[in-house]
Nanobody
Framework: QVQLVESGGGLVQPGGSLRLSCAAS????????MGWYRQAPGKQHELITH???????NYADSVKGRFTISRDNAKNTLYLQMNSLKPEDTAVYYC?????????????WGQGTQVTVSS
């Protein structure tokens, strides 16, 4: 069984930084695309960044220039470095990954981690 476990959320002041991690475990053959969504209170899920297996990235305009996505394929881990945080970045952040096992391929999701930006 495949699991994604997130860590690194918390409370930070405006202008501060946080680094989120998302570790995949289980019977993994390969990990294809990975990314991060977020959901703010009363708002829909927003895809904020995405990284392919060959490390090609893209970002939503709302985070471009402030957030950086990266992955460590040896550790099956995804990262999100968030700098210059703003109150509007407050949300639950979810990682996802398209993972192939010996039998099939599916999208998997982390449990979510709360990020709160407030003074």
């Amino acid at each position: 069984q495949v699991q994604l476990v997130e860590s690194g959320g918390g409370l930070v002041q405006p202008g501060g930084s946080l680094r989120l991690s998302c570790a995949a475990s289980g019977s993994i053959s390969s990990i294809n695309a990975m990314g991060w969504y977020r959901q703010a209170p009363g708002k829909q899920h927003e895809l904020i960044t995405h990284i392919t297996s060959d490390a090609s990235t893209n970002y939503a305009d709302s985070v471009k220039g402030r957030f950086t996505i990266s992955r460590d394929n040896a550790k099956n881990t995804l990262y999100l470095q968030m700098n210059s945080l703003k109150p509007e970045d407050t949300a639950v952040y979810y990682c996802y990954a398209n993972i192939a096992t010996a039998l099939t391929g599916n999208d998997y999701w982390g449990q979510g981690t709360q990020v709160t930006v407030s003074s």
